[in-house]
């Protein structure tokens, strides 16, 4: 056993024990869920493990073959962290690149059914788990709102501009009068830019589209998409997916906000897209199994801790026929 490897803390043992295993492409849902418990139980977990994911996120760890189960992963990651203090600025690109390939290859990245987080959202700097919702100081001068299952991780800074990728979800970014610095928000193929403002960014990452979408409610934010440039006052929204950017929308602040209250509500809301918002908030998942009923509207306020509410709601109001299966799945139809 090397010396680097000895001089690790049981904490940091730990937390690469669980990345190996994420990286092995044999993630439960079990697993998941008791990532989420380890890292939740002390800070020390949490800091630990955001260590070693950055560790092995920038130093270029599809270098390695991680189905070698006679390689030792803590040695592997301790060599990484050896040479990352070698790596030319080009080099840790290269491996950033890789990286994110290797994660694709051995991460889980679509979960039969979203049952459980893919690797890229479990290995987030900020993340919240179904019915979630969570505040979080960025910059030390970024409030940070974040819905339930959503995924942030803290980018590299470039020039004056702090920045954040929304991986998966919604929340909510606050910034003060006096921030010393421009806030960007990356999504997808896009980003949000304010440098005092308060806005919502929406990615549910659900579909061959997935849009996303910006809304203002102070100051004002700028919304670009590679060419594309859309400046958003307060009460205002935007979409964008790989098509481009849509017009500029009026929309209610007060109702747009609902999430931030703990309320989802639907106004003539397709039922196919109400159950999709209402999976966000529950454990399982409801899969829609007629199509009709999938068009019928749905109107209605439900607190986001009280969804089968929601649910019980759809039966009554459309006579539908609810089936229980183990794990929180129900079949609607």
Not at 43 to 50: G, R, S
Request: glycine residues 10%; aromatic residues 6%; hydrophobic residues 40%.
């Amino acid at each position: 056993m090397s010396k680097a490897h000895t001089d690790l803390d049981p904490v940091e043992r730990e937390a690469i024990d669980w990345l190996e295993r994420l990286t092995s492409g044999d993630v439960t849902p079990e697993d998941a869920a008791a990532l989420e418990l380890w890292r939740t139980r002390d800070l020390q977990h949490e800091a630990a493990f955001l260590k070693v994911k950055r560790l092995w996120h920038t130093a270029g760890a599809a270098d390695y073959s991680f189905l070698d189960s006679n390689e030792n992963f803590a040695a592997r990651l301790d060599a990484l962290g050896q040479r990352r203090k070698k790596t030319s600025r080009r080099a840790v690109l290269g491996g950033g690149v890789a990286a994110l390939a290797a994660a694709s290859v051995y991460g889980a990245i679509n979960p039969p059914l979203g049952l459980w987080p893919s690797l890229s959202e479990l290995s987030s700097d900020f993340r919240t788990g179904t019915g979630e919702q969570r505040r979080v100081t960025f910059a030390g001068d970024v409030t940070i709102g974040l819905n339930t299952q959503t995924s942030l991780a803290i980018r590299t800074a470039e020039g004056v501009e702090d920045r954040i990728e929304l991986i998966a979800g919604e929340a909510s970014f606050a910034t003060s009068t006096r921030a010393a610095r421009p806030l960007v928000v990356l999504a997808a193929n896009g980003k949000a830019i304010t440098e005092s403002g308060r806005f919502d960014v929406r990615y549910t990452a659900s579909g061959e589209r997935s849009p996303v979408s910006v809304t203002c409610f102070e100051g004002t934010v700028r919304i670009a998409q590679g060419a594309n440039v859309a400046d958003l006052q307060s009460g205002q929204r935007v979409h964008y997916d790989r098509s481009g950017l849509s017009q500029i929308a009026a929309v209610d602040p007060q109702i747009a906000s609902e999430w931030q209250r703990g309320i989802v509500e639907f106004r003539g809301t397709p039922l196919i897209e109400a159950v999709e918002e209402i999976n966000r908030y529950r454990p399982g998942r409801i899969i829609l199994t007629n199509t009709a009923l999938g068009q019928k509207q749905l109107s209605g306020r439900f607190r986001i801790d009280q969804m089968n509410e929601a649910l019980l709601g759809v039966e009554r109001a459309f006579g539908a026929k609810l089936q229980h299966l183990p794990g929180g799945i129900v079949l609607l139809s």
